[in-house]
């Protein structure tokens, strides 16, 4: 496997943007505070309220998992639960971090087409008694673009978060790809105002080096919030090194254009795809009906793609994706039908 190429494997497998590399070299010249409180992080942080048009309280951390076990952490006691979609990324891909992070939390998983949460399925969940042998919920989670490349609009996101908070409960949002949510259509700017209290702001996925974005609208919760990261270990002395990244990818509109085109190259490969997408293709990511022996042999071919949740094999575009990979995989696609 040493050879083969990891183009589509994951938005992960792709390089750093050039934007964000030089910003990184920018922000490593001469001395500056630490541990979050210098000018590379303020400059940051003002561009990501800019993005969201919010006056939210920013932090960077190294991890989607870190960003997300954290800020569940902030919303939930330890004997109450998080609503999620069962395939979220909280629920499948991260080791227990909420519970860890959170001191014992659960996690509800809720059903829904596309991973998108069904509306009727977090109705019947947020009817459920309190009782004391269980732990009722407390916070909602939800991701945008989801776990299969579909994305919410405002309105199918007003529709989960009203009612959770109508419960008085807090909503957090995953936007590991939130970028390519936004070039696919969605407003960042509507988000302030659908009672999301925590936004995690992808950075990994995007074109950057590790760093996710953590925007707090509701401002009760960074109370301390440094001194949960500084427990969690994702407080770092050289945060500018975190933050940097997001100057380079916001000042100039690189986070939104680069995921235009990653979402551009997976609406390519779907139109040369043989083999039957399942998932309506509307950020980065082809979810196909393969089965297993002709994934062995895509991967005897040279190019690698994982079998996802629900069975189907992902493939991911990324801003680094070109068109004659798109095709170069088409081709080879074609060959194993």
Same mark, same amino acid.
């Given at each position: 496997?040493?050879?083969?190429?990891?183009?589509?494997?994951?938005?992960?497998?792709?390089?750093? *943007?050039?934007?964000?590399?030089?910003? #990184?070299?920018?922000?490593?010249?001469?001395?500056?505070?630490?541990?979050?409180?210098?000018?590379?992080?303020?400059?940051?942080?003002?561009?990501?309220?800019?993005?969201?048009?919010?006056?939210?309280?920013?932090?960077?951390?190294?991890?989607?998992?870190?960003?997300?076990?954290?800020?569940?952490?902030?919303?939930?006691?330890?004997?109450?639960?998080?609503?999620?979609?069962?395939?979220?990324?909280?629920?499948?891909?991260?080791?227990?971090?909420? &519970?860890?992070?959170?001191?014992?939390?659960?996690?509800?998983?809720?059903?829904?087409?596309?991973?998108?949460?069904?509306?009727?399925?977090?109705?019947?969940?947020?009817?459920?008694?309190?009782?004391?042998?269980?732990?009722?919920?407390?916070?909602?989670?939800?991701?945008?673009?989801?776990?299969?490349?579909?994305?919410?609009?405002?309105?199918?996101?007003?529709?989960?978060? *009203?009612?959770?908070?109508?419960? &008085?409960?807090?909503?957090? #949002?995953?936007?590991?790809?939130?970028?390519?949510?936004?070039?696919?259509?969605?407003?960042?700017?509507?988000?302030?105002?659908? &009672?999301?209290?925590?936004?995690?702001?992808?950075?990994? /996925?995007?074109?950057?080096?590790?760093?996710?974005?953590?925007?707090?609208?509701?401002? +009760?919760?960074?109370?301390?919030?440094?001194?949960?990261?500084?427990?969690?270990?994702?407080?770092?002395? /050289?945060?500018?090194?975190?933050?940097?990244?997001?100057?380079?990818?916001?000042? +100039?509109?690189?986070?939104?254009?680069?995921?235009?085109?990653?979402?551009?190259?997976?609406?390519?490969? *779907? &139109?040369?795809?043989?083999?039957?997408?399942?998932?309506?293709?509307?950020?980065?990511?082809?979810?196909?009906?393969?089965?297993?022996?002709?994934? /062995?042999?895509?991967?005897?071919?040279?190019?690698? *793609?994982?079998?996802? #949740?629900?069975?189907?094999?992902?493939?991911?575009?990324?801003?680094? $994706?070109?068109?004659?990979?798109?095709?170069?995989?088409?081709? $080879?696609?074609?060959?194993?039908?």
């Amino acid at each position: 496997m040493s050879d083969a190429r990891y183009d589509f494997a994951s938005d992960n497998t792709a390089p750093a *943007a050039p934007e964000a590399m030089a910003a #990184l070299v920018a922000a490593n010249a001469g001395f500056a505070s630490g541990y979050g409180t210098d000018h590379v992080t303020a400059e940051a942080g003002d561009l990501v309220r800019g993005l969201l048009d919010a006056d939210a309280e920013v932090r960077f951390v190294a991890s989607g998992t870190a960003a997300n076990a954290i800020s569940l952490a902030a919303l939930c006691r330890p004997f109450e639960s998080v609503l999620a979609h069962e395939h979220a990324h909280v629920c499948t891909d991260e080791t227990g971090a909420p &519970g860890y992070f959170g001191q014992g939390l659960g996690l509800i998983r809720l059903p829904g087409a596309s991973g998108r949460i069904e509306g009727a399925a977090l109705a019947e969940a947020l009817a459920q008694p309190d009782v004391s042998y269980r732990q009722s919920p407390a916070a909602l989670s939800l991701t945008n673009a989801t776990e299969y490349g579909t994305v919410y609009s405002a309105a199918a996101l007003q529709a989960l978060t *009203a009612p959770a908070k109508a419960k &008085g409960y807090g909503v957090h #949002l995953d936007g590991a790809r939130l970028a390519n949510a936004a070039a696919a259509g969605f407003d960042l700017k509507a988000i302030k105002g659908l &009672g999301v209290d925590i936004l995690v702001i992808g950075g990994t /996925k995007a074109g950057m080096p590790p760093t996710e974005a953590v925007a707090i609208f509701d401002r +009760d919760l960074a109370r301390r919030f440094d001194a949960r990261l500084k427990q969690a270990g994702q407080l770092p002395s /050289k945060g500018r090194f975190y933050a940097a990244p997001f100057i380079g990818m916001l000042q +100039d509109g690189a986070f939104v254009r680069h995921a235009a085109h990653a979402n551009a190259m997976a609406a390519k490969l *779907a &139109g040369l795809m043989p083999f039957p997408v399942k998932h309506a293709v509307e950020a980065n990511g082809l979810f196909v009906e393969m089965d297993e022996p002709t994934l /062995k042999r895509l991967h005897a071919s040279g190019w690698f *793609a994982y079998r996802f #949740l629900d069975g189907t094999v992902r493939f991911m575009c990324s801003w680094a $994706t070109t068109p004659e990979a798109v095709e170069s995989l088409g081709e $080879t696609l074609r060959t194993l039908v």
